[in-house]
């Protein structure tokens, strides 16, 4: 009867053993093969290891080997030779952001996986592992705007120290306006999809009933609204809205207005010989974004306008005043508890 070689180990092997054999995060085979070799360790042999274990006798002995020529080390998986690779990944890779830099084929706007893999002669597959791993898609898009305003640091300076450290005394508001905002009537309510989840619908057909523009102010210091809607965008009606601003300010305060460059926000001279405390600060060309009021006008848009149904431009109207009046409440009574 052939007799198993006997087993020793240092006592830092033997922790290790012990902790794969009583782990639960350690893969399996590994926590198996630790128990084999423990049972070793202490004298059993092949067979009975083998029968208590429900496993074959050259399982064992094959684990028992290997522990013995290799240690713990010798537990783990040897790397496999496996199918050698058909592509240099790393050349593949450069080829495929290279090739997206290449205009895609005529009659097409972009690349997509099929098209790349034919202009490489390569197979989809790999293209699309590896534009996977490269985080890359094909198909999502941002749009982006870059300011070439040759004032640009000047103009931003001015806005942004507006808001960081405003004069002393003086009242800070953003100022723009929310061009053709459409009453559309059209169904909605919530419905099962085919998948069984429950999600808003709406119909597809819808009824326009025209469109309104909204002005509206932000008091950078206060975070209040105020608003306006009107029939047309025109200068005249620019100013009439800073006129209702500027009412409630004594003409002795300084008022600093932050808008964008549209049209109506220039030419504005007589108005503001008018008004000598008001003075107006224009944003970088293709920077709106550094106005605050923006922000608030995609609130709005998320909260009152997306999947709304109005049947005539006076409800709309009504819903912009009643979320209006409703947002400065909020905001007062978070600046009362707060």
């Known amino acids: ?89 790393g050349q593949l890779r450069t080829r495929i952001l290279k090739q997206l830099e290449v205009p895609a084929p005529d009659g097409q706007s972009s690349w997509d996986g099929a098209t790349l893999a034919r202009a490489l002669d390569v197979s989809d597959d790999v293209v699309w592992r590896i534009l996977s791993k490269e985080g890359i898609s094909l198909q999502r898009m941002r749009s982006w705007c870059v300011s070439t305003d040759p004032e640009f640091a000047a103009k931003a300076a001015d806005v942004i120290g507006l808001y960081l450290d405003p004069p002393h005394n003086a009242v800070v508001i953003s100022v723009d306006e929310k061009p053709s905002v459409q009453a559309i009537e059209r169904k909605t309510g919530y419905v ?59 003409p002795t305060q300084e008022i600093h207005v932050i808008v964008d460059n549209y049209s109506t926000h220039k030419k504005n001279d007589d108005w503001l010989a008018k008004h000598s405390n008001v003075h107006l600060h224009f944003t970088p060309t293709s920077a709106s974004w550094l106005n605050q009021v923006e922000i608030w006008f995609g609130i709005f ?27 400065n409440k909020k905001g007062l009574l978070s600046r009362i508890c707060g």
């Open 1 to 89: 009867m052939r007799v198993a070689a006997s087993v020793t180990c240092d006592e830092e092997s033997r922790k290790t053993l012990e902790r794969w054999g009583a782990s639960r995060a350690v893969e399996a085979r590994l926590v198996e093969r630790a128990r084999i070799v423990l049972r070793c360790l202490a004298g059993e042999r092949n067979d009975r290891i083998a029968a208590q274990m429900n496993l074959r006798p050259n399982t064992v002995a094959k684990w028992r080997g290997r522990f013995i020529e290799m240690g713990v080390a010798g537990l783990r998986d040897q790397p496999r030779p496996g199918k050698p690779p058909k592509y240099d990944v």
């Open 301 to 327: 848009t998320r909260k009152s306008l997306r999947g709304a149904s109005f049947s005539s431009k006076e409800q709309l109207t009504q819903a912009i005043a009643t979320f209006v009046e409703s947002y």
């Open 192 to 250: 099962q999809t085919s998948s069984g989840k429950i999600v808003r619908g709406m119909k597809s057909t819808y009824k326009r009933h025209g469109t309104i523009n909204l002005f509206a102010a932000l008091n950078v210091a206060t975070g209040v609204i105020r608003s306006k809607t009107t029939e047309s965008k025109k200068r005249p009606d620019f100013q009439s809205f800073m006129d209702e601003v500027v009412a409630d300010v004594p």
